[in-house]
Nanobody, 124 residues
Framework: QVQLVETGGGSVQAGGSLRLSCAPF??????MGWFRQAPGKEREGVAA????????FYAASVKGRFTISQDNAKNTVYLQMNSLKPEDTAMYYC???????????????????WGQGTQVTVSS
């Protein structure tokens, strides 16, 4: 069974930075994504990357502040989060999509495998 493991969460003040990691990603995966869920809110897509083509996708709320990347040698996907805001506080999840069929990059429905999540807390 595939197991994705997220690391790098923590507590920071507004304006700070964190880098989340997700490993391992398999080269049979088509796309990796980061999602988040705050208490009382629905899970939302934050960023995604196509493993082979490298295309990246971002939610409007994080574009320009967050960067998704991959390290093929380490089979790791990263989410660099800069200029963090209190509204970024959430549990962050890594997910993997196997199929190459079309799907909206930030839609959670298309992803097959999920990590357990890592908490990010941003204080004002």
């Amino acid at each position: 069974q595939v197991q994705l493991v997220e690391t790098g969460g923590g507590s920071v003040q507004a304006g700070g930075s964190l880098r989340l990691s997700c490993a391992p990603f398999g080269h049979t995966y088509n796309r990796m994504g980061w999602f988040r869920q705050a208490p009382g809110k629905e899970r939302e897509g934050v960023a995604a990357i196509d493993i082979r083509g490298g295309s990246r996708f971002y939610a409007a709320s994080v574009k320009g502040r967050f960067t998704i990347s991959q390290d093929n040698a380490k089979n790791t996907v990263y989410l660099q989060m800069n200029s963090l805001k209190p509204e970024d506080t959430a549990m962050y999840y890594c997910a993997a999509k196997e199929s190459n069929l079309f799907s909206f990059p930030l839609s959670s429905d298309a992803y097959n495998y999920w990590g357990q999540g890592t908490q990010v807390t941003v204080s004002s």
